[in-house]
Each structure stands twice: as structure tokens, then as C-alpha cells.
């Protein structure tokens, strides 16, 4: 996946979580704001190794969020269809 397509895809998908006020539930599930309880600690102050971490794995997030876009456009059919082409 190319780093543009990769960052537009993250954007999007960004500003459809932050929309629908999800932003800090999706952080304290990945773990950001560690070892704190959940909603107990301030927005800025978040864990810095698992930032990095978070960084370092956007881009098969993305991948994952592209994929499941295609499932939500055009079912399995559509995701398995584009699978193949990409395995060949």
C-alpha cells in the first residue's frame, strides 16, 4: 500500500472515530494512557514508549481499516475478490 493511499486512508478514518467520540476509548484500548484507569488520566498525559508503538503499527492498521471498508461497500465478494488480485 503506498504512503499516501495509507495516509488518506488514516485520516478518514481518523476523523470518522473523532466524529463519533470514540478518540480516547480507541487510545485507551490500545493502551496510551497506561497504567491509569481508564478515563482517570489527563488527554495529554499518555505513555511514551506506547505511542511509539502506536505510531509504528498505523500502517497495517490501515490495512485492516481498508479492508474492512471494502467488506462494509461490497461483502466478502468484494474483499476476497481484490485478495486474489493481490496474491497474484
Request: aromatic share 22%; hydrophobic share 45%.
Amino acid at each position: 500500500m503506498r504512503s499516501t493511499h495509507t495516509t488518506w486512508i488514516l485520516l478518514r478514518h481518523f476523523y470518522r472515530v473523532w466524529r463519533g467520540g470514540q478518540i480516547r476509548f480507541r487510545l485507551e484500548t490500545f493502551g496510551v494512557y497506561y497504567p491509569a484507569f481508564p478515563y482517570s488520566s489527563p488527554w495529554w498525559k499518555v505513555s511514551p514508549r506506547v505511542v511509539v508503538l502506536f505510531i509504528r503499527r498505523l500502517p497495517p492498521y490501515a490495512r485492516w481499516v481498508w479492508e474492512m471498508e471494502d467488506v462494509a461497500a461490497g461483502g466478502a465478494a468484494a474483499w476476497w475478490s481484490r485478495f486474489r488480485q493481490e496474491t497474484q
